[in-house]
């Protein structure tokens, strides 16, 4: 029987873009208006109003913590424009949260940015880092009783996206249709969001009372036999550039859904199977573990919050199945020294994958005419091993 920590959150994550709807400031919504390949955001799950509700449903299955993240580009729709109005949304947010009993693990970063400071350089022009610290400043005035904070979400793909023309034509996150390997992330971006981190870091340190990390999306990379050398150069280059990062954080975030393998060349091309998730990603649940074990050492044993992890499927039966397992090799961590302070599931919702709209990772379901939310059994599953702090049924 694995002994969790006292305190480990179990929960559901979300992000703002992907679930509010009419982001309409920020550079994401503006590449959606001009790419027709893309599906576009649109009302998403209206989650900006019906935030409670979504927190609610989490709630009373036994869930306590909610993921969720601060919109930039609400929070500052022009240069230096602070809106009162869009800091005092999130705080009824983490409120809300609070009185329904759950714990709120707030995001500041993730992946959106406002239309003024892409269409400036964005976090490669010269006052990229200032930028972003007038930001976090802003929102630290109502993280006062929020015990975890995460600065920016997936910084290394987030430096692949950066990274990536303007008018890439495909979902970032999606190989349902053509498998492939996107370019490397960019170092010279990701230093600079190591820094942009650190600066965050810095400010939330001194004026809250927050556990401080970000969240690394980690590849669970293994190496063909005889490419150990190979093996280490990709995953400096995707990985381990931002964990090293984060040896003087409070926690590392990990997001882990699928499994690389890398050769002489780099990472191998995933071959299409038919047990492919919807993404087109490979069926790998044991990737959890790797990627929790392999961020516990490259950071020095800073404690571990999985912050994101899931499969998009159409079939909840494996939806299941795969957390189960996932969460078996995690509680293997564990059992074998790793510090794991929580496991928060991609997702909450039904929500927009970042230009398509047909991957489909929810604990909930939400009909994108009304917005009625429909919960799923894998709700009530994860609820149950919440109560019970075990997979046992």
């Known amino acids: 029987m694995t002994e969790l920590p006292a305190g480990f959150l ?42 409670a509700e979504d927190m609610r449903l989490l709630a009373e299955v036994g869930l306590t913590a909610y993921r969720f993240s601060v919109e930039w580009a609400r929070i500052e729709p022009a240069e230096g424009h602070i809106s009162r109005a869009e800091l005092t949304h999130y705080r009824r947010m983490i409120t809300t949260a609070l009185e329904l009993g759950l714990t709120p693990v707030v995001t ?63 979902s970032p996150t999606v190989d349902r249709e053509r498998p492939r390997v996107l370019p490397s992330p960019d170092p010279e971006i990701g230093r600079r ?52 990062a984060s ?9 882990a859904y699928r499994s690389r393998e890398v050769d002489a060349r780099g990472i191998v091309p995933h071959s299409p199977s038919p047990d492919d998730t919807l993404t087109g990603w490979a069926y790998r649940p044991d990737a959890l573990g790797i990627a929790v074990r392999h961020a516990w050492q490259v950071t020095g044993g800073v404690p571990v919050l999985v912050t994101e992890n899931g499969i998009a499927t159409a079939d909840d039966s494996r939806r299941i199945a795969y957390t189960s397992e996932a969460l078996r090799h995690l509680f293997a961590a564990i059992d074998d020294g790793v510090d794991v302070r929580g496991y928060l599931h991609w997702s909450a919702l039904d929500n927009y994958e970042w230009g ?25 599953w994860l609820g149950e091993r919440a109560r019970k702090g075990t997979l046992e049924d």
């Open 10 to 51: 179990w929960g559901a994550s979300t992000a703002a873009h992907q679930i509010e709807g009419n982001n309409v400031n920020s550079d994401w919504w503006v590449r959606e208006q001009r790419i027709p390949q893309l599906d576009r955001s649109g009302d998403a799950c209206d989650s900006y109003h019906r935030y």
């Open 108 to 170: 500041l970063h993730h992946f959106t940015h406002p239309r003024w400071f892409a269409e400036d350089g964005g976090w490669m022009g010269p006052n990229a880092i200032d930028r972003f610290r007038r930001y976090v400043e802003a929102v630290s005035s109502i993280l006062d009783d929020v015990n975890w904070v995460c600065t920016v979400n997936e910084p290394n793909m987030l430096a692949v996206i950066v990274g990536l023309a303007a008018q890439y034509a495909h």
């Open 193 to 244: 969001l190591v820094a942009a981190h650190h600066a965050a870091r810095e400010i939330l340190k001194d004026r809250t009372r927050a556990a401080v990390g970000w969240a690394v999306a980690c590849q669970a990379f293994t190496a063909v036999p005889e490419n150990e050398a190979k093996l280490a150069e990709v995953r400096y280059v995707y990985e381990d550039l931002y964990l090293e």
């Open 247 to 255: 040896r003087d954080d409070d926690f590392i975030g990990v997001q």
């Open 356 to 380: 398509d709209w047909k991957p489909t990772f929810g604990l909930i379901a939400v009909d994108r005419e009304t917005f009625a939310r429909t919960p799923k059994p894998s709700l009530a």
